[in-house]
T-cell receptor, first 113, second 113 residues
């Protein structure tokens, strides 16, 4: 399944499928990006990050893709599991920006059994 | 230790009360932050401390007063809050430059009555 994170959309996927969560960022000067997972009642949990000198970075079951031309970021989760159900936020910052992290609007991922 | 610890986890206070939120990290991070998060919204930056000095105040009302006693501790003093200040207050820390290692605590759920 795939989503665009302009509001707080919901992405529903079947267990075992791959998930793609998208994010459009706003600042062309942003040079560091982070994906966070936030479960109900908890703080954002770091998933994976990427610097602007890279197009792709892989972690365990997750991949982040960065397209600077269109200011687009995506998070791919392979073999989605029930424990992946949460709200996912992208965040951006830039060198010289005082470490200010600006968040996207978020996407609710629901994994159906 | 790779955690940011926030206390208390829950707080209910009246509009005439004075209370404080506390945050602690022992990762050697030199930047610490306060964020405010309303339900179904992304976190919004309130304050940034860099090397124990306030570097960013996002036009936060004076009823919120931050304090950084040392490089490991961050407080948020609350006084004369309004019901609309009810939210999840998140503390975060990161390395001094570039925002790398940006880690969030679990937050304090604040209710103003």
């Amino acid at each position: 399944g795939e989503s665009v994170g302009l509001h707080l959309p919901t992405l529903s996927v079947q267990e075992g499928d791959n998930s793609i969560i998208n994010c459009a960022y706003s600042n062309s000067a942003s040079d560091y990006f982070i994906w966070y997972k936030q479960e109900s009642g908890k703080g954002p949990q770091f998933i994976i990050d990427i610097r602007s000198n890279m197009d792709k970075r892989q972690g365990q079951r997750v991949t982040v893709l960065l397209n600077k031309t269109v200011k687009h970021l995506s998070l791919q989760i392979a073999a989605t599991q029930p424990g992946d159900s949460a709200v996912y936020f992208c965040a951006e910052t830039f060198t010289g920006g005082g470490n200010k992290l600006t968040f996207g609007t978020g996407t609710q991922l629901k994994v159906e059994l | 230790d790779t955690e940011v610890t926030q206390t208390p986890k829950h707080l209910v206070m009246g509009m005439t009360n004075k209370k404080s939120l506390k945050c602690e990290q022992h990762m050697g991070h030199r930047a610490m932050y306060w964020y405010k998060q309303k339900a179904k919204k992304p976190p919004e930056l309130m304050f940034v401390y860099s090397y124990e000095k306030l570097s960013i105040n996002e036009s936060v009302p004076s009823r919120f007063s931050p304090e950084c006693p040392n490089s490991s501790l961050l407080n948020l003093h609350l006084h004369a809050l309004q019901p609309e200040d009810s939210a999840l207050y998140l503390c975060a820390s990161s390395r001094g430059r570039g925002g790398y290692g940006y880690t969030f605590g679990s937050g304090t759920r604040l209710t103003v009555v």
